[in-house]
C-alpha cells in the first residue's frame, strides 16, 4: 500500500485529471446559472424602476408590505416545492426588495 508520501502513480494521475475536467464542466454550468441570475436581475430591476416611476407619478409609497407579504408566502411554497431551504427563499427576496425599495425611494426623491 502507497503511503501519502510516495510520488503519486498513473492511475492517481488519471484520476485526478477526470476529477478535474469534471469540476470544470460543473463549474461551467454553475457560471452559465450564475450569468442568467444576473440577467434576470437585470430585467426584474427594469420592471421594477417603471414601477417606482408610476408610484412617484401617482404619490404611492415606495413600499408595499401587502404585496411583499404575499410575495413571499408564494415563494416559500415554490421553494417547498423545488427543495430549496424556504428561509433562505425569503432572506433573498427580502434582501432584493430592499434595494428595490430603495432605488424607489431615491425616484421619489428625484421627483
Ligand atoms: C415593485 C414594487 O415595490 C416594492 C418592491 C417589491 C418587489 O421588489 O417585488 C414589492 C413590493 C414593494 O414593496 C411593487 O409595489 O410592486
Known amino acids: 500500500m502507497p503511503s501519502s508520501t510516495d ?12 476529477a478535474l475536467r469534471r ?3 460543473i463549474r461551467g454550468s454553475i457560471d452559465n446559472i450564475d450569468a442568467a ?16 416611476e408610476l ?6 409609497p415606495p413600499a408595499d408590505p401587502d404585496r411583499e407579504r404575499r410575495q413571499i408566502l408564494r415563494l416559500r411554497q415554490l421553494a417547498e416545492e423545488s427543495h430549496l431551504d424556504p428561509e433562505f427563499a425569503e432572506t ?9 425599495i430603495r432605488h424607489h425611494e431615491r425616484i421619489a426623491e428625484q421627483g
Not at 510520488?7 to 477526470?18: G, I, M, S, Y
Not at 408610484?55 to 404611492?60: H, M, N, T, V
Open 92 to 100: 433573498f427576496i427580502n434582501f432584493i426588495i430592499a434595494e428595490v
Open 23 to 25: 469540476l470544470t464542466s
Open 55 to 60: 408610484k412617484a407619478e401617482y404619490g404611492l
Open 37 to 52: 441570475l444576473v440577467h434576470m436581475l437585470a430585467e426584474r430591476f427594469k420592471f421594477t424602476t417603471l414601477v417606482g
Open 7 to 18: 510520488a503519486p502513480t498513473h492511475a492517481e494521475h488519471a484520476a485526478d485529471d477526470a
